[in-house]
């Protein structure tokens, strides 16, 4: 059993942490008051971005281009994201709409340059990260053989950020607006926030973590672009809302979605997994999600002003 | 309220406008001449019979999920999750369609009924869990999106698993297909099926609930608003769980025309796009089942070029989906197309 478990384990956090990190950008928008269900879309423009930035780069310096595509997919989703805030923030469209167009938009024009570039449309990259075992700390018991062995840098540099949300979110001037901003925008702006700058910065940030949610998903575990990322965007979402829209919440939502996705992919290899159904190890994150939104309609915690465009005139 | 209907129609044709030229910069931008991208991809939609019956069934399923988005628009719900009664109710008529080997005239309407239970039902769930708890319905549905997905990609290897391959289902037989000799026939060999005399028929009724029963006026109120309807004795939390059942049921006669019309057998690991194609041609539509039945035919008519375009010019099929894609954004973004008409008019009004 522990065997299986320690085998396991580095699969589980590869697929995990991808969808940590989107499901945190997904954190920031909602949080500031902008529903954002575009993560699959910049998911996917990070995906494509950083694969074709690594095909160019990788002939030349294997070992940096990885890292230079994953600042390009944080870049391009930033970008990307921009249609979206503007939409939502200046224009007060429907943020539904607007989220479900980003997906389209983002799913059939990366297709459709892939294929101008490769005809298939499918990019394979050569290199990807390098899985690496921490000196010192993997020698200790139990836990250097579970969290120190085998790891991808990725895995570190989501958990710093992970860190860093927390403290902006928390212990900053700029967090506290940002949560003020998704709580009570009229509020907000009577105190001086610009609810509009803030939540426009709330966007992009969501965009370039999802875009490198995107480009994690191709250093680490997929190695090509294919057009889209397989719902993992929505499932962000569902964690998000699993986490109940809080940073330590998130990372435990995401690790017990990503674990329980794991288990359901490895199945067939792992006798001891067979007897569990995938079926129900696949629909179990959205199951429970329901379950959890049902439990908690009455003491929701969910940002109260997520959705609504917020209008300066009305009060 | 006449003059409020031209308007959302002119604004939907400016967003198509648009879209059409998004798409034209994205094919310049690959080295190709837009005009003759255009040329192609209508030839390739219209040239014979052939294909013009291929539009009206690529546009089958579209109409199906177009009407449930707008129908669900319309009582003040947004049903994002007409994908995944599509696949539920996709399964369910391909599951009928396989297990049974009874004759066409009770197999087929059984396997149709089932699409419409299946779809009703994916849909029952948001909308109970709206009206009793409170639940947003955008959320829930996309959960039953992926509940839908995984399901399919579990029960198809398991139960109906085709010969060569474990990602798609067996072919279902003509006893269970929406496909018709004299149809096919007529359209010269086309992929037009039954489906499309449904969508139509579903168009009227749909048409005739909305406008002349109580049901619909009822429904009208709740969406728009739900307050003033509950004040007026109007049940509000039936009425959703009503419009998302009636929307959901829509959505799995959508999977019906799909996989037993359009297609023979379902696939495992797709989310069909005319899930959410549907909430384009609810848009373009301006919500009206005839609204949403032209729209359905024109994203049709783009889906069913595409091929063709992309065979006699170097330009890839995506450009369909682009275009609708970007249609959809400057649909949401319409209010920016209203600012500048109205000033616009404003401006030649000045000038007279």
Same mark, same amino acid.
């Given at each position: 059993m522990w065997e299986i478990i320690v085998q396991v384990f580095p699969y589980a956090i590869a697929f995990t942490i991808p969808l940590l990190i989107t499901a945190l950008g997904g954190l920031f928008s909602e949080r500031s008051g902008v529903v954002n269900i575009g993560l699959e879309g910049l998911m996917v423009v990070g995906l494509f971005s950083s694969a074709i930035t690594i095909v160019n780069l990788e002939k030349f310096m294997p070992g940096t281009a990885v890292w230079v595509g994953l600042l390009v997919a944080a870049i391009a989703g930033a970008l990307f994201s921009l249609l979206h805030a503007f939409a939502c923030i200046?224009?007060? *469209?429907?943020q539904v709409i607007s989220g479900t167009a980003i997906n389209m938009i983002a799913g059939a024009i990366t297709v459709y340059l892939a294929r101008n570039i490769t005809g298939s449309g499918n990019i394979h990259i050569v290199h990807g990260m390098v899985r690496r075992t921490i000196p010192?700390?993997?020698?200790?018991p139990v836990i250097g053989k579970l969290?120190?062995?085998?790891?991808?840098a990725t895995t570190w540099l989501v958990l710093a950020i992970l860190v860093l949300s927390w403290f902006v979110l928390y212990k900053t001037a700029f967090g506290l607006r940002l949560r003020a901003c998704g709580e009570h925008p009229q509020a907000a702006d009577s105190a001086g926030v610009n609810v509009y700058r803030i939540r426009y910065i709330a966007v992009m940030i969501s965009g370039a973590f999802a875009g490198l949610g995107g480009a994690i998903i191709l250093v680490t575990?997929?190695?090509?672009?294919?057009?889209?990322? *397989?719902g993992l965007g929505f499932l962000a979402i569902a964690a998000l809302i699993f986490g109940q829209w809080k940073p330590w919440g998130v990372l435990g939502a995401t690790f017990f979605f990503g674990f329980a996705s794991t288990i359901a992919n490895v199945s067939q290899a792992v006798p001891l997994f067979a007897r569990i159904p995938g079926i129900l190890l696949k629909i179990f994150p959205y199951v429970i999600t329901l379950i959890v939104l049902v439990m908690f309609s009455?003491?929701?915690?969910?940002?109260?002003?997520?959705g609504e465009p917020y209008d300066k005139g009305k009060r | 309220m006449k003059m409020e209907l031209n308007k959302e129609y002119v604004l939907a044709l400016i967003a198509v406008v648009l879209g059409l030229l998004a798409g034209a910069i994205l094919m310049m931008l690959t080295g190709n001449n837009p005009l003759q991208g255009y040329y192609f991809l209508i030839r390739g939609g219209l040239m014979s019979i052939e294909r013009v019956g291929n539009t009206l069934a690529t546009a089958t399923p579209l109409i199906f999920t177009g009407l449930a988005v707008a129908f669900a628009f319309r009582t003040g719900?947004?049903?994002?999750?007409a994908a995944g009664q599509m696949l539920a109710g996709g399964l369910c008529a391909t599951a009928i369609g396989l297990s049974f080997a009874w004759p066409k005239v009770i197999l087929l309407p059984t396997a149709v009924l089932g699409a419409l239970i299946a779809g009703a039902l994916w849909g029952f769930v948001p909308g109970y869990l709206k009206s009793?708890?409170?639940?947003?319905e955008v959320v829930s549905s996309i959960m039953m999106n992926w509940i839908a997905y995984w399901t399919v990609y579990y029960v198809v290897p398991g139960y109906f698993k085709g010969p060569y391959l474990e990602t798609e289902s067996r072919k279902i037989t003509e006893a269970a297909s929406l496909k018709v000799a004299w149809l096919t026939k007529m359209f010269s060999g086309?992929?037009?099926?039954l489906g499309f005399f449904l969508a139509v028929l579903a168009v009227i009724v749909i048409a005739f609930i909305l406008n002349k029963t109580t049901l619909g006026y009822e429904l009208k109120a709740v969406g728009f608003n739900r307050h003033a309807a509950e004040y007026a004795g109007i049940r509000s939390n039936r009425n959703i769980v009503i419009s998302m059942m009636i929307s959901g049921a829509l959505a799995g006669l959508g999977g019906a025309a799909f996989?037993?019309?359009?297609?023979s057998n379902i696939q495992i690991g797709v989310m069909p796009s005319q899930g959410f194609d549907g909430i384009a041609v609810s848009l373009l539509g301006a919500n009206s089942p005839w609204g949403v039945f032209f729209a359905a035919v024109f994203f049709g008519l783009l889906h069913s070029g595409k091929g063709f375009m992309n065979a006699m010019t170097n330009?890839?099929?995506e450009i369909a989906d682009s275009i609708i894609a970007t249609i959809i954004y400057f649909a949401a973004t319409s209010i920016l197309i209203e600012r500048c008409w109205d000033r616009l008019k404003k401006y030649l009004r000045g000038a007279k």
């Open positions: 200046n224009l007060h *469209a429907n010192v700390l993997s020698d200790i969290l120190f062995t085998q790891t991808y575990y997929s190695g090509e672009f294919s057009g889209t990322v *397989a009455k003491s929701s915690q969910a940002p109260r002003a997520a | 719900l947004f049903n994002i999750g009793r708890f409170n639940v947003h086309s992929y037009i099926n996989y037993i019309g359009y297609a330009i890839p099929p």
